[in-house]
């Protein structure tokens, strides 16, 4: 999973959305940071569970099957451990290295908790409080579990009735299901852009204060 963040947008594409972004925060004070990672968690979990839910049915079944041909009981527990340790060493491999596989032995309730804290780690381990308006806003994408967050600081949260994020998120999700990720981000910039430039105006003295783009490992 370590390389999933590197390989969801070229380095073409990294550069459009950080333009993407320059071009938005021209028109506000505010300040948008897409982060791309691959994953929010490693799932250790899952590869235990995976790797035993296909060995142990194949052990069950072949256990018979291979006592019958060395003349023993067909009940040994001997040959049902060998063949359980060795389908359970293959199929926890091919766990770790399968993505869309992990993800069938994750419960949806986990993904979302481990992204969403993920997101505010990565929130204040990349110090976006640290924003003089307290008024940036956290695009937080984790390739693996194909989740999509946005956090936005205290200056904003106060200043808006309704949060808008969800319908962003969503447009996030349904580009990145249509393999058209780079526009979906830029035109989740835009759109996050739209909703700042009406409370956070851009000022004579704004400067840049964040990067315009994270990719994570």
Known sequence: MKNLAKKFLTKTEQGSIQAAVRQTELLTS???VPLVVSASYHYPVADILGGATVALPVSIVLTPIVCGLFWTDPRNMWIFLCLFIIFFSLFYQIVQLIPWVKRLFISRREINAEVE????TSFYKNKLYET????AVLIFISVFERKVCILADRGIDEKLSQKP??????????????NRQCAAICEAVQQTGLILQTHFPVKPEDTDELKNLIIGE
């Open 132 to 135: 003089r308006d307290r008024t």
């Open 117 to 120: 804290e993920a997101a505010l």
């Open 30 to 32: 505010g300040e948008i």
């Open 165 to 178: 994020w969800q319908g962003i998120v969503d447009h996030i999700i349904r580009g990145i299901k249509k």
